[in-house]
Nanobody
Framework: QVRLVESGGGSVQAGGSLTLACVAT????????LSWYRQTPASLRDFVAS???????KYADTVKGRFTISRDNVPNMVYLQMNSLKEEDTGVYYC???????????????????WGQGTQVTVSS
């Protein structure tokens, strides 16, 4: 089992920036996929961005050009640089892990085996 711990959430005004971080420990997976999801009271846990061990990335259309996902493979850490934040970016951001690779970067939450506890991001006008 993989343990994921997120950090970096907080409150920011619209147009501002935040960087989230997540560390994955507990398994010695050399090849994996780490992703970020966002959950709001009005939605399910929605895909935001993902990155595999080779650095291939995928983004939700709503964050393309504003958010950047990156990672360090030793240790397993993933970051989410969020710029030009909007009120609709508000939510709890979760880090997700899967050791199942091949076939592209998954975006459905059911394809991830381990989740962090989440970190709150609040964007105000």
């Amino acid at each position: 089992q993989v343990r994921l711990v997120e950090s970096g959430g907080g409150s920011v005004q619209a147009g501002g920036s935040l960087t989230l971080a997540c560390v994955a420990t507990g398994e010695d997976f050399r090849i994996n996929i780490l992703s970020w999801y966002r959950q709001t009271p009005a939605s399910l846990r929605d895909f935001v961005a993902s990155i595999d061990s080779a650095g291939t990335t995928k983004y939700a259309d709503t964050v393309k050009g504003r958010f950047t996902i990156s990672r360090d493979n030793v240790p397993n850490m993933v970051y989410l640089q969020m710029n030009s934040l909007k009120e609709e970016d508000t939510g709890v951001y979760y880090c997700a892990f899967t050791g199942v690779v091949g076939g592209g970067l998954p975006t459905h939450r059911s394809q991830y085996s381990d989740w962090g506890q989440g970190t709150q991001v609040t964007v105000s006008s």
